[in-house]
């Protein structure tokens, strides 16, 4: 008999869990309490990276997930990954020096580009750097579109999805998670998965399971549709750029967005300012609006995965960045989930470490 399998979010994270575990066979629910999509996810810059300021162990984690994306975007409909190339230089002249080094010998696509360089790969830049990093194989898929692809795959699977399903809390009985309460009721599972993004410590709490998150705000400034001024990701310091699929320039000063302590329209003008004072032909083009986004973010920073205390019948998945790391911990939580097998990948990420507990 197919294992029953209920998943609380349906971020991009609680999407690629469905879909793994649908393709592998179990019976799936995915219950949100609001639109499909997710909160995190759909305010995401959506950068697919394995890049600097991250230990080896992690690096691979990332490493692994980007060739994830590459299978997933083969096999889901509709899910459409640009894998447009990264230039970066916001970082101090060493560190970067420091970062295509290290990374170069990690076996990261990464190269040293000049000016002449700079200018062919975004011939818009008005005053590019003498140095800057590429690299060809980083992308990005659209947040909102991505996750709902990823869970309409799913739904083609086999696997229900549900929104505007409030959970109040976990349900247990001699010790295991069995199910949830909702408004109209519990529903039952045999494995209940939290990817519930900053929602997880509330529902892990429910049941006496502490987990210690962060859910820092980012800000992104989206302008009005405009024809191409940029081809891929660009990370200069104090603002990173990217153009959508419509046409949109999605601005934030770090990975995610910048803090909008209080003053978010004003931060929104700001950052758009420089999209136009940097890309030839943004000047004409108006910001439309801004979004706020709050990251759930383990409290030493890395992912949060598997069985919380190792309560039977329960599994935990929060992690930033979701974007990146999605179909990795979808195909890695299925595998554990169906066969009881942890992939060596995940050995530091447990949610049992002592940082998060």
């Known amino acids: ?35 499909t999509g997710g909160l995190a996810t759909r305010t995401s810059w959506a950068w697919l990276n394995a890049s600097w ?13 980007m060739l994830e994306w590459r299978r997933l975007d083969r096999e889901v409909p509709g899910l459409a990954v640009d894998w447009c190339g990264g230039l970066i230089w916001d970082l101090p002249p060493d560190e970067l020096a420091a970062y295509a080094e290290q990374h170069s010998a990690w076996g990261y696509g990464i190269r040293r580009v000049d000016r002449a360089e700079i200018l062919r790969i975004e011939p818009n830049l008005k005053n590019p750097p003498d140095l800057a990093l590429h690299v060809a194989e980083e992308g990005v898929a659209e947040p909102l579109a991505a996750a709902r692809a990823i869970l309409a795959g799913a739904e083609g699977l086999g696997a229900k999805v549900i929104a505007h399903a409030h959970v ?13 309460m909702t408004e109209e009721g519990v529903i039952h599972a045999d494995e209940i998965v939290v990817a519930a993004g900053a929602g997880t410590v509330q529902l892990l709490d ?29 990370m200069s310091p104090g603002l990173h750029v990217r153009q959508t699929a419509e046409g949109r320039l999605v601005s934030g000063t770090d990975f995610a967005g910048s803090d909008p302590v209080g003053r978010a329209a004003d931060m929104a003008r700001e950052l758009h300012a420089k999209v136009q004072a940097m890309v030839k032909g ?51 939580a299925a595998q554990e ?18 940082a998060l507990t």
């Open 282 to 332: 943004a000047e004409a083009v108006e910001l439309d609006f801004h979004t706020i986004g709050y990251r759930p973010t383990p409290a030493d920073g890395y992912p949060a995965i598997g069985r919380p205390r190792n309560r039977a019948g329960l599994y935990a998945a929060v992690m930033h960045s979701g974007m990146t790391l999605a179909p990795a911990v979808g195909r890695f």
């Open 337 to 354: 989930l169906l066969e009881g097998q942890r992939d060596p990948l995940l050995a530091s990420y447990h949610p049992d470490r002592p």
């Open 168 to 180: 109040k809390w976990l349900v247990e009985d001699s010790g295991r998670a069995v199910g949830v």
């Open 53 to 65: 300021g991250n230990p080896e162990p992690y690096f691979r984690l990332r490493e692994r997930a």
């Open 206 to 234: 429910s049941i006496g399971i502490k987990l210690k998150l962060t859910t820092p705000p980012g800000l992104l400034a989206h302008s009005k549709p405009a024809p191409e001024l940029l081809r891929g990701l660009v």
């Open 1 to 35: 008999m197919a294992k029953r399998v209920l998943i609380v979010g349906a971020g991009v994270i609680g999407a690629s869990i469905a879909w793994h575990l649908a393709k592998s066979g179990a019976q799936v629910t995915v219950l949100d309490g609001g639109d």
